[in-house]
């Protein structure tokens, strides 16, 4: 055994599963495609029990800034190269990569950082590709260590401590090393034992003091190895730091391999490992020692490793990030001031659960919105699976689940990690008188549907009539409630934002300030071009006249832009009062917007036999039987009461109130009075 080359205990890499969850967060949220170097940290243990490999652990803490190791762990340093694409990965100089870690390692020990944190020996590096859509996980470890120029040998065999050391000197040694390490933050891998009047652990700088009485110093490290006759990994830099800084002086050394194992539930130190070292010094180097130190894989063959962890993972975990991965890819190189959270935060509340209902869910799943609530009265007919894609046949068995229901569940089969909740209500309509008996049910409905709109932040109208929309018009107009109504045709359909009036809003009826641009607190709502109330508009409809008949893409067409308008609303920076853009032409899509999806129009408009879309916009109207200041404060001063009188009596009542009768009065004389002044022929004749 006598000068036979010290042979080390290579490292084996041990990640955590919550590493990669970690990493694939940050590659998505903050690394995207830059590949450079990220600085992070593993720990290893110097008290595994036999049979168990020298481990290098990494895990989900080893992006922290701060470091925190477990208790009787030891920090290691490492880089991160994590690569866009596999040849990205395959392609990368390996050599190159672990030459300038080697370097890094000998300039520390140069300098004399190494005497001072000698955790900087213990240095790894770790190079991957993140299959984000595959969850596979492709990776290579080095851990540098410096070779010497000349072997290094063991003058005598290994020996344990408890050969050499007395009980007595083995507890002495014991407690000084848990006093040095209590001293310090963090546990320091690298230390002195002297051995003068007493056993004492020092750090490696009180070398210097013994350099005329060395034979009263061991050098000592935290050793993972658990093999009877050889050290673990890191005593390959400490010795090169050794022979750098003191091999002028020192021809032979005892190193102490300390391992702080348990045998039988009792601490035990004694099988740590005593070597006598022949060294050579390394003090007249001038160029950096060859550096060694990639990681074999599961065939002992220099390669990479993998890990599929899509079996692995909580699937509810998956779904969730897999949803948002096309989000923030968007964001890579598309859209990097896109704010994901606004839109993932907003409660989405949608009127109606039919063919539009169904389509803008979906849509909106696709946005990362993880709040929305249906409303809808009516159940699953068998008409609806082919047109309403949250729906299939055995939805319309045994009469029909409700359709809010039924949608609610389909969406969290879809993506379970939304909350979706259906409700079967009734919403009431102007027009629609309410008797005695169902007065109660009325107000239970209204209140219901306050509720509702007050704890969400934008309303979807996708209700099959007119008069339908009235209500959640008037109370998203009273909240201040972002509101989207989509109506379809044949073959035309309409999306348009409701206005959102600002407190300190300019009078209704002011004109407009610009052709081009209307303030979003001066925008109309669905109601502000009619100049009649709403009513029953279902009563002696036939069967066509009374269903929403249409081509089939219509309703995918509107939804889609429905749900698109909300977002580019949640990206302005004045939300719901946006202004509204009214011009779609090339040029002033070039110009620098505020909201950066691009336009955000007031109404968008689709002519789908000429395939033709058109962004009007109108101003509020001060007459509106919806979202007016006379409406609104009406029901907020007198609430189901006034509701009741508008149910009961709508035309007459609202007009009256709003003063379209008055209108209707006057536009009536002038007609008549432009008639008379007119006709000459008439005058003659009295």
Known sequence: MANKPLQFAPFSSFLDAGFWHKLSDNKLNIYGLDESPIPIHGFYFNGDPV??????????????????????????????????TIDSFKECDKK?????????????????????????LSRFLLLTYADLKKYVYYYWFAFPC????????????????????????????????????SSHSSFVGYFLVTMDTDIKVQEVKGMDNYIGDSKKVMFAFADPCTLDGHPGWPL??????????????????QVLCFRDRSKDGVR????????TIKLSSMKGLTECPKCVGWEKNERQKLGPRTVNLSSSMDPSKLAESAVDLNLKLMRWRLLPELNLGEISRTK???????????????????????????????????SNPVRQSLFVFEDCMQGGKPKAEAAAQS?????????????????????????????????????????????????????????????PTVMAAAYKKIVICAALGFDTFLVMRHGMKSDDAPPQGQPMSSYMVIPGDQLGCYFCNDVVAPGNSTRDRTLDQQCTVSRPGMS??????????????????????????????????????????????????????????????????????ACSNTVVNAYKKDGVEFLLKVFNEPSSYLEDLTGLTQMHEETLNTEILDFSDDDDSFMDMS
């Open 348 to 382: 989405c509340l949608l009127l109606g659960a039919g063919t539009l209902g169904c389509n803008v869910a979906r849509c909106l799943l696709g946005w990362g919105v993880r709040k929305i609530t249906l409303v809808d009265n009516g159940k699953v007919s068998y």
């Open 556 to 625: 995918y067409l509107a939804s889609a832009l429905a749900v698109e308008l909300l977002v580019s609303l949640l990206q302005h920076p004045n939300g719901g009062r946006a202004e509204a853009d009214t011009s779609a032409k090339d040029e002033h899509l070039t110009k620098d917007l505020s909201c950066p999806l691009g336009l955000v129009p007031h109404q968008i408009r689709c002519f789908l036999s000429r395939y033709q879309q058109v962004l009007p916009a109108c101003r509020a109207f001060d007459k509106c039987t």
């Open 268 to 275: 035990d130190i004694s099988s740590s490992l005593l070597l």
């Open 96 to 120: 190159c990569l672990l030459e300038q870690s080697g370097k890094q390692i000998w300039e520390d020990i140069v300098s004399g950082r190494a005497i001072e944190d000698p955790s900087l």
């Open 236 to 253: 390959r830099n400490y010795l090169a730091l050794i022979a750098h800084r003191w091999g002028d002086y020192l021809s032979e050394i």
């Open 146 to 181: 410096l070779c010497p120029p000349l072997d290094i040998t063991m003058v005598t065999a290994p020996v344990t401590l408890d050969k050499t050391f007395t009980l007595e000197q083995i507890k002495a040694l014991e407690s000084s090393y848990d006093s040095f390490q």
């Open 51 to 84: 049979g168990v490999p020298c481990r290098m652990n990494v895990e989900y803490t080893s992006f922290d800034e701060i470091v925190k190791t477990p208790t009787r762990c030891f920090k290691t340093v490492g880089t991160l190269h994590n690569k866009n």
């Open 411 to 471: 969406l969290q089969r879809i993506f379970p990690g939304v909350d979706a909740q259906g409700i079967s209500m009734s919403i009431p309509m102007p027009g629609h008188p309410v008797s005695e008996g169902a007065l109660a049910g009325t107000k239970k409905d209204v209140q219901q549907l306050e509720d509702l709109i007050k704890s969400h932040d934008a309303v979807f109208l996708l209700l099959d009539t007119r008069e339908s929309r009235w209500l």
